[in-house]
């Protein structure tokens, strides 16, 4: 199973805003940098960088946070195209490799 | 803009080895400032980080601990790519083959992917 542990899915109406979590051990979160991807069918996209970080071109409706050996990630304002598999990652220093979370389906009702 | 451009082999026997090349256009594979990764995804083990190359004045490989005895990535600079070589395959490595590129930009994060490759283990 995943080193992180997200919730299989989650759903919104448009314009609402739904959060993920991610959580994780001391290992990854609470001593690295957490990152966002997004699956929708063509390449993965990076969301979110250095935890809370958003490249050039990720609408601000995105954003990221952490608290100890949680992270989360919050879509406000939810649209159609927000529709996909949401997913957590992080550097694990005790297996010396990137971590992935099991993936969070958004739905937009 | 930097693309990144998989091959493309499908099917392969159990106990044989997978080979993968990920073509880079807009980027150098022996640049400073980025690492070459693969990630692989399947229903049964999820996402998972493989490994990477990449160039500090020499080169260096990291490996994921679960296929690290099986596992060689090589950077070919003649080409500007990278490859994947899995050895003794069974049908556990049936997976969707991702190639990425983390840099200092982004601190690691996965910037770039490939577009993904799906290979089957199967006799």
């Known amino acids: 199973q995943s080193v992180l542990t997200q919730p299989p899915s989650a759903s919104g109406t448009p314009g609402q805003r739904v959060t993920i979590s991610c959580s994780g051990s001391k290992s990854n979160i609470w001593s690295n940098y957490v990152y966002w991807y997004q699956f929708s069918g063509t390449a993965p996209k990076l969301l979110i960088y250095s935890t809370n970080q958003r490249p050039s071109g990720v609408p601000d409706r995105f954003s990221g946070s952490k608290s100890g050996t949680s992270a989360s990630l919050a879509i406000s304002g939810l649209r159609s195209e927000d529709e996909a598999d949401y997913y957590c990652a992080a550097w694990d220093d005790s297996l010396s490799g990137m971590v992935f979370g099991g993936g969070t389906k958004v739905t937009v009702l | 803009q930097v693309q990144l451009q998989q091959s493309s082999p499908g099917l392969v026997k159990p106990s044989q080895t997978l080979s993968l090349t990920c073509a880079i256009s807009g980027d150098s594979v022996s640049s400073n400032s980025a690492a070459w990764n693969w990630i692989r995804q399947s229903p049964s083990r999820g996402l998972e980080w493989l490994g990477r190359?990449?160039?500090?004045?020499?080169?260096?490989?990291d490996y994921a601990v679960s296929v690290k005895s099986r596992i060689t990535i090589n950077p070919d600079t003649s080409k500007n790519q990278f490859s994947l070589q899995l050895n003794s395959v069974t049908p556990e490595d049936t997976a969707v083959y991702y190639c990425?590129?983390?840099?200092?930009?982004?601190?690691?994060?996965?910037?770039?992917w490939g577009q993904g490759t799906m290979v089957t283990v199967s006799s």
């Open positions: 190359t990449y160039y500090r004045s020499k080169w260096y490989n």
């Open positions: 990425a590129r983390d840099s200092h930009g982004y601190n690691k994060a996965f910037d770039i």
